[in-house]
C-alpha cells in the first residue's frame, strides 16, 4: 500500500498537538486531531510517555500500512539532524537535555525499523505549513512570524526555509537581531506588553487578551498597541525589502489583536517603501502541524538538508 500518510506534532511549551496529514493533498485528518497537556518540567521518561500516548491515539485512527513516519515541530536549542534535544537554562524541558528523542519515541511506539522520525524548528515547520498549504501558498517567497511568549520566524523561497546567505540574517530568524537595549525577541512579545503597561499603569496584566479586552476604555493599552504595530513595521521592513517577500504572514497568539495594531502596522510598512502583502495565518494552530508533517514528503527532506543542521 502506498503510504502517504505522515504524522504531523507540533511541540509548544506545555502541550503536544498531533494529527495525521495526507502528505500527497496537504490535509489534516481532522478526525485524528489529538492533543496532551505536557509538564514540561517533568523527568523526560514522564515527557516523552505524554507525546508517545498523543501519537499512539493518532496512529490508532489511521491504516499503519498508509502512514510513512513521524514529523516533530520542535524548539531549540535541538540537532535537527540526529533528533537530540539540547535545551537547558529555560524553564521547559530541560530535562530532555542529552536525550536522542527520535529513538526515545520510535522505542515507546515500538515502531519498525523503517518508521521515520524527523524534525524541523518549530517557527519554520509554522512557516513551511502556510507556504504548502496556507496563506503564502500561492507565492514564492514570504516571510513568517509567530507573535506570542517569543517571536519565531522564518524565510521561505519555494516552501524551503533560507537559513544564510546575503538576504537573510544569521541562521535565517530574526529574534536574535540587537534592537534598542537588548534584542527584538525582548520587544516584539508578550512580555513587552505586560512590562510596558505595568511600568506606565502600575498595574499588573496576565497578557496581551486580557489588555486587549481593556483598549477601548484603556489609552494607555490602546497606545501600547499603536506603538507596537509601528515599531514592528519599523524593524520588519529592511528584512522583508531584503529578502523580496511577496508575503508577510502573521500568526501567534498576539496576531489575535491584529485588530488593534495592524491599520498603523501597515500604514507605516507603505511608510518605509514595503509594499509586500500582509496576511493572518490562514492555519493557525494547524500550520506547525502541516509543516512537521512535510518532513516526510522525500523531495522537500531532500532539500532541506543544507538548513537542518542551522536551525
Known sequence: ???????????GGSHISCAAVNIKTGKILKETLTGREVDNQAHANVI????????????????????????????????YVKGICYIRGVTKYENLYGINVGAAIASK?????????????????????????GSAAHVNR????????????????????????PEVPKLGC???????????DDYFSTRWFTGQYKKSAGKDIKGVR??????????????LFTDFGTRLAIFLA????????????????ISHAYNLFGKVFEETLKKENCNCTVTLSALKEDAAILGSAYLLDDEFWKSIQHALPLM
Not at 500500500?1 to 504531523?8: F, P, S
Not at 524548528?121 to 498549504?133: H, K, L, R, T, Y
Not at 529592511?238 to 497568539?253: C, E, T
Open 1 to 11: 500500500m502506498n503510504r502517504d500518510i505522515a504524522i504531523g506534532a507540533d511541540i
Open 48 to 79: 516523552i510517555g505524554v507525546w508517545a500516548e498523543a501519537l499512539s491515539e493518532v496512529l490508532s485512527k489511521v491504516s499503519p500500512e498508509r502512514v510513512k513516519g513521524i514529523g516533530f515541530a520542535m524548539p531549540g536549542p535541538f540537532d
Open 109 to 133: 511506539l515500538e515502531v519498525s525499523h523503517n518508521f521515520l522520525v524527523r524534525f524541523m524548528n518549530d517557527a519554520s515547520s509554522f512557516a513551511v505549513g502556510e507556504a504548502w498549504a
Open 142 to 165: 514570504s516571510l513568517s512570524i509567530t507573535l506570542g511568549t517569543g517571536f519565531g520566524s522564518a524565510f521561505i523561497s519555494n516552501r524551503i526555509p533560507i537559513v544564510d546567505g
Open 174 to 184: 530574526i529574534y536574535h537581531i540587537p534592537y534598542r537595549e537588548g534584542i527584538a
Open 210 to 223: 486580557e489588555l486587549a479586552e481593556m483598549a477601548d476604555n484603556d489609552k494607555t493599552a490602546s497606545d
Open 238 to 253: 529592511p528584512w522583508l525589502n531584503g529578502f523580496k517577500a511577496q508575503m508577510l504572514v502573521i500568526g501567534g497568539n
